[in-house]
């Protein structure tokens, strides 16, 4: 990170220095860039605690071997957890993205934490048969990192997206996750029946538009 500028948003820095922006690029798949920095620093930090995480989202795909760029880290936890996090990391490396906020932001790096709590609900937040679980329940570790298994992943892309017209992207993301991992048409038989059918829908799209 570019002396000087850390407290600017890593989104900011990104818009404004095209040129930085692709080099930042180029080492996100080196794992080197300021989003897989703050993703060590927090983890580290959360383990160090003893408070309970699983890294979703881009990072989580990145990790299952679906590898695209990303400008923040999100992280499931449960609402004693995200309540420690405040009390023993804001203002302390971490500010808020806003006053009150749940999200926090890497003072040094400017990468935004997006913190998922077990209970809410993805996608339009409204309650559903899929619900943010216990992380403790749902992480796999690879690399002194907890991520969330891939059915889990994809349960949650899935349920995002189709409750959340906003959120599409998260169905693009499972169909990239199916066509990149050639991810098996049972796996439908892991999910929530709630997202089943929408996985084989996705599934079966991927199958018919695969190039020979």
Do not use: C
Request: hydrophobic share 40%; no cysteine; net charge negative.
């Amino acid at each position: 990170m570019k002396a000087g500028v850390f407290m600017q948003t890593y989104e900011q820095l990104l818009d404004r220095d095209l040129e930085w922006a692709f080099r930042e690029g180029s080492m996100h798949f080196e794992e080197r860039n300021a989003v897989h920095q703050t993703l060590r620093k927090i983890t580290r930090r959360l383990d160090e605690l003893g408070i309970s995480y699983a890294v979703v989202g881009a990072m989580a795909m990145f990790r299952h071997g679906y590898r695209r760029f990303t400008e923040d880290v999100d992280i499931l936890v449960t609402p004693e957890g995200l309540k420690q996090i405040h009390q023993k990391l804001e203002g302390l490396g971490y500010s808020p993205v806003f006053q009150g906020s749940k999200n926090l932001r890497d003072s040094e790096l400017g990468v935004r934490l997006e913190f998922l709590v077990t209970g809410e609900y993805p996608g339009d937040g409204k309650p559903k048969p899929v619900i943010f679980p216990d992380p403790g329940q749902v992480a796999i570790e690879h690399d002194g990192i907890r991520y969330v298994q891939l059915p889990t992943l994809v349960e949650l892309k899935l349920a995002s997206g189709m409750t959340n017209a906003g959120r599409l992207k998260d169905l693009a993301d499972v169909q990239e996750l199916i066509v990149a991992l050639d991810l098996p048409r049972d796996l439908a038989n892991q999910l929530n029946s709630f997202v089943r059918d929408k996985f084989t829908e996705l599934w079966t799209a991927a199958r018919e538009n695969r190039l020979p």
